[in-house]
């Protein structure tokens, strides 16, 4: 085996001919394309410009964008669509090069906070009533048991544990119940560490639902959870409009209400500020949503929606009633007394809803395309922006000295003026690689 210092090495140096991954690789072919796309993903880096690289199969992109990322000194993000390519690069890929670096390479991967257990829970709900039926006492006592011996908190380390466990759906990382600093296992938190991790890391892996989640935030009150970052590399990149949409729209859903009722209660439970006028509270909240979301009908499916001026002169008074109740318990939650820190995420929590609902319902901004859905027990209202480009130029490509975007789809009839104009991309080199294999 041998192994090359980084700083000597180049992307021609690693992918030309006769180059180092020549000899690394047991299989290794000659792909010109790849050459190609890695000498413009290392000129993007160092010039600070943003590129659009359409990639046929079988270019080679994965190591045609990880090895200029590496080479190139500066923290680098890595967006993927799938969490099965996340993995394929955390687990393959960044393994096979690292064997042939002198130097560790610094990577790490990064999940939502919804797989990390919260240690603070778990130790509340040792305490406290919150769990409900033996199949939840039994994923706890697995989960309690785990959390002592657990490095990451990561919830795929528990084989055992179903998928779909309410036990763990109460004890994870979601940051709705987060105190951030001021929780008492703050600087033992999975989270945390996994921040940390990210800090120490030049090449962070992501997926584009983490990445979109963390630039929306970004725009409210919390700091993101993905740390600063000199360029991005989002392969896959035809799914980042649709999943762009997702974050930066608004969606209200009876799972919402139903989850925040629980959350109050739970909390209310484990630290024993519950009374009979917060359950009247909740109770009323939680019935007056019900109804209202009824009058939006039952069947399967997604249907637009643009009668809100219609809806409202019907069924002011139920839209009312929802609104009043939602203030009312911000409002009891506001006036505890000695409350605990976890109270203050659900009050904001409790705004949002209310927010977001009022915003769905006015209805008029025409930049956002509204529409209903029913899976199951759930109805969700939903409005997304119709274009996304205005919100991607300015917390993306005018924020980054580097977005790179790559994919076997990018291109239409050779050019990018389609994927420029509709994701607000402006001043962006482009290249076209044709696929390494001759299908004729």
């Not at 047991?26 to 659009?52: C, S, V």
């Not at 393994?95 to 002198?102: A, D, I, R, T, V």
């Not at 499916?301 to 069924?315: C, I, P, Q, V």
């Not at 409002?331 to 409790?350: G, S």
């Amino acid at each position: 085996m041998t192994t090359t210092p980084a700083k000597t090495m180049t992307a021609r140096r690693f992918f030309s001919r006769h180059g180092v991954l020549s000899k690394w690789h047991p299989n290794y072919e000659f792909r010109p394309g790849q050459l190609e796309m890695a000498e413009a993903i290392e000129a993007a880096i160092a010039e600070k410009r943003h590129l659009l690289v359409d990639a046929g199969t079988g270019t080679g992109k994965t190591l045609a964008y990880l090895i200029p990322a590496i080479l190139s000194g500066k923290r680098v993000v890595v967006s993927t669509g799938t969490k099965n390519l996340q993995e394929q690069l955390f687990f393959k890929d960044i393994p096979f090069l690292q064997q042939h670096f002198k130097h560790p390479l610094n990577v790490c991967y990064m999940k939502g906070r919804a797989n990390f257990a919260c240690r603070q829970k778990i130790y509340d709900a040792d305490k406290a009533p919150v769990l409900t039926g033996l199949e939840e006492v039994v994923d706890f006592q697995t989960i309690k048991a785990w959390e002592k011996t657990t490095e990451t908190g990561d919830r795929s380390e528990i084989k055992n544990l179903p998928e779909h466990s309410a036990a763990w759906h109460k004890l994870d990382a979601r940051r709705e119940l987060c105190t951030g600093q001021k929780c008492l296992q703050f600087d033992r938190c999975f989270i945390t560490a996994m921040h940390r991790r990210a800090i120490e890391s030049d090449i962070v892996i992501v997926n584009h639902h983490l990445f979109f989640a963390d630039l929306a935030v970004k725009e409210g009150d919390y700091a993101g959870i993905i740390p600063e970052y000199a360029a991005v590399v989002l392969d896959e990149a035809h799914e980042v409009e649709d999943i762009a949409g997702q974050y930066f729209g608004a969606t209200i859903s009876t799972y919402q209400v139903q989850e925040l009722g629980r959350d109050v209660m739970n909390l209310a439970a484990s630290k024993s500020f519950g009374s009979q006028e917060l359950d009247r509270i909740v109770n009323t909240m939680l019935d007056r949503a019900e109804q209202f979301f009824l009058l939006f009908g039952e069947g399967e499916g997604r249907t637009g929606f643009k009668s809100h001026d219609a809806f409202l002169e019907r069924y002011q008074e139920q839209y009312d009633n929802v609104q009043l109740a939602l203030e009312l318990l911000a409002t009891h939650l506001e006036l505890i007394k000695d409350a605990p820190e976890e109270v203050n995420p659900l009050r904001r929590r409790t705004k949002d809803i209310s927010e977001r609902l009022a915003f769905w319902m006015k209805g008029g901004n025409r930049n956002y395309v509204y529409w209903v859905e029913r899976r199951g027990r759930g109805c969700f209202l939903v409005a997304t922006p119709i274009d996304v480009s205005p919100v991607l130029q300015e917390r993306l490509f005018d924020t980054l000295d580097t977005v790179i975007m790559t994919s076997a789809t990018l291109a239409v009839q050779g050019n990018f003026e389609f994927t420029e104009r509709r994701l607000g991309i402006r001043h962006a080199r482009s290249l076209v690689v044709p696929s390494h294999f001759d299908y004729k």
